[in-house]
């Protein structure tokens, strides 16, 4: 079983739609938990971090399940923009105190006018 | 936010040559600098931890005579492919952090990529 899991899409929905996606992950010790967003060919870019109560900035809403061990994004109001990979990554603690990043293999979303 | 570069952005090379990649803290001291490596299609995967002045830590399954690093600096960490082959062909991008005053940040701030390709 992958440590995160992630439908990979794509999700084709035309601009001003409601889109939402879904991640599993493995290792119940994780504590830290992030969306990325990537651009085709670009590294990837801190998009938000997920909090257990929930967070929200602007048009993005992020949940985290610890029970479930599911996260999820929720992108309102579409735009052409918004098209591309959405990473949910999850964080494992290593001995140095510094966190390793574990990356979903992404979910492609295709905004379209 | 902090600035990561990398050097080059694009590189290909014949089979058995060796390709060395600079990752930069360009307005930061980075303690720790991760080296990924992404496939088509596929996630980024974790190659190797490096902190500064010590010996790198690589993932299982990651050669270290193979991939070299060195972290010589809190500014500069590289990455060497040595005799590289068609199937070391990917997208290789850095990330570094900062563990300042004791404190853990949960911050990684990724150089935009290498992308590798063997001939």
């Known amino acids: 079983r992958k440590e995160v899991e992630q439908d990979p899409g794509p999700f084709n929905v035309p601009e001003g739609a409601t889109v939402a996606f879904n991640c599993t992950y493995s290792?119940?010790?994780?504590?830290?938990f992030f969306w990325y967003r990537q651009d085709c060919r670009k590294e990837p870019k801190l998009l938000m971090s997920?909090?257990?109560s929930g967070n929200e900035d602007g048009r993005f809403t992020a949940q985290l399940n610890r029970a479930s061990q599911y996260i999820s994004l929720l992108i309102r109001d579409s735009k052409l923009s918004d098209s591309a990979t959405y990473l949910c990554?999850?964080?494992?603690?290593?001995?140095?105190?510094?966190?390793?990043?574990?990356f979903g293999t992404g979910t492609r979303l295709l905004v379209s006018p | 936010g902090a600035v990561v570069s990398q050097h080059p952005s694009r590189v290909i090379c014949k089979s058995g040559t060796s390709v060395k990649i600079e990752c930069r803290s360009l307005?930061?001291?980075?303690?720790?600098m991760f080296w990924y490596r992404q496939f088509p299609k596929q996630s980024l995967m974790l190659m190797a931890t490096?902190?500064?002045?010590?010996?790198?830590?690589?993932e299982q399954g990651v050669e270290k005579d193979k991939f070299l690093i060195n972290h010589a600096s809190l500014t500069l960490s590289t990455l060497t492919v040595t005799s590289a082959h068609p199937e070391d062909s990917s997208f290789y991008i850095c990330?570094?952090?900062?563990?300042?005053?004791?404190?853990?940040?949960?911050?990684?701030?990724f150089g935009p990529g290498t992308r590798l390709t063997v001939l």
């Open positions: 990330s570094a952090g900062n563990l300042a005053d004791g404190k853990s940040t949960d911050t990684q701030y």
């Open positions: 290792n119940s010790a994780s504590q830290s």
């Open positions: 997920v909090y257990s």
């Open positions: 990554v999850v964080n494992a603690r290593l001995n140095t105190g510094f966190q390793k990043l574990v």
């Open positions: 307005d930061f001291q980075a303690t720790t």
């Open positions: 490096s902190n500064e002045g010590s010996k790198a830590t690589y």
